[in-house]
């Protein structure tokens, strides 16, 4: 999954749109936080960061990944097992918080959204992002596996767990609730959040969305 992602363009653009939004921020929540890819960027911008997810084999990965870096990412990053629709922090206890490619795939994406806007302080930023209602999984895997090959990366292991990747985005796309920019933005205002600060349907060459807001 990383060896994929982290060798391909549109994944690093779209995550590092993340990591920019909570630049300069205290406390910062990393929502499904999966692997970490997110969570460590955060954490080299030296913001005491919570890495939370509800799937224990992703939060090995993270802990494995905190263990390998330097003292000072590991002053700052905290990591716990939680459920997005539930979570376990007070009222007003970030200063940001962040999910890439996450709230679509829960029971209860507005009951997350809800607990975001209990846990965000006044001010605060919400960001996230995930595939629009018209996403191809098609299209991404032939990308995925064409940048793969250009950096000769395109091993057996590799080009199986791309197809692996096409056939579970075919399902997700299936099966998950999606949006798009305008959408989530009406929900979020109905949330409650102020300001939309950012808004875009063109991550993942068009098949994703990123939606920035401030409470």
């Not at 939680?82 to 029971?107: C, P, Q, R």
């Not at 997350?112 to 996403?135: D, H, Q």
């Not at 098609?138 to 091993?155: F, P, V, Y």
Request: hydrophobic share 40%; net charge neutral.
């Amino acid at each position: 999954y990383d060896r994929i992602l982290l060798n391909w363009t549109p994944y690093i653009t779209l995550r590092d749109l993340h990591i920019k939004q909570m630049i300069g921020l205290e406390k910062v929540l990393d929502l499904c936080a999966g692997t970490g890819n997110v969570t460590m960027g955060l954490s080299a911008n030296k913001s005491d960061v919570f890495a939370v997810d509800i799937n224990e084999a992703m939060l090995g990965h993270i802990q494995l990944k905190k263990e390998q870096s330097d003292p000072q990412i590991k002053k700052y990053l905290h990591i716990a097992k939680m459920n997005a629709e539930m979570l376990g922090f007070k009222e007003d206890s970030f200063d940001g918080v962040t999910a890439m490619n996450a709230i679509y795939n829960l029971k209860s994406p507005i009951d997350s959204i809800s607990e975001v806007y209990r846990t965000i302080r006044e001010g605060g930023i919400f960001c996230m992002s995930g595939p629009l209602k018209i996403a191809n999984p098609d299209s991404l895997a032939d990308n995925i596996h064409e940048e793969m090959k250009e950096k000769k990366l395109d091993t057996p292991r590799v080009i199986d767990a791309i197809e692996e990747m096409r056939r579970i985005n075919r399902h997700l796309v299936s099966n998950a609730t999606l949006y798009d920019a305008d959408s989530l933005c009406k929900i979020l205002k109905a949330s409650g959040f102020k300001e939309i600060i950012f808004a875009d349907n063109t991550p993942y060459l068009g098949n994703a969305y990123f939606v920035a807001v401030r409470k």
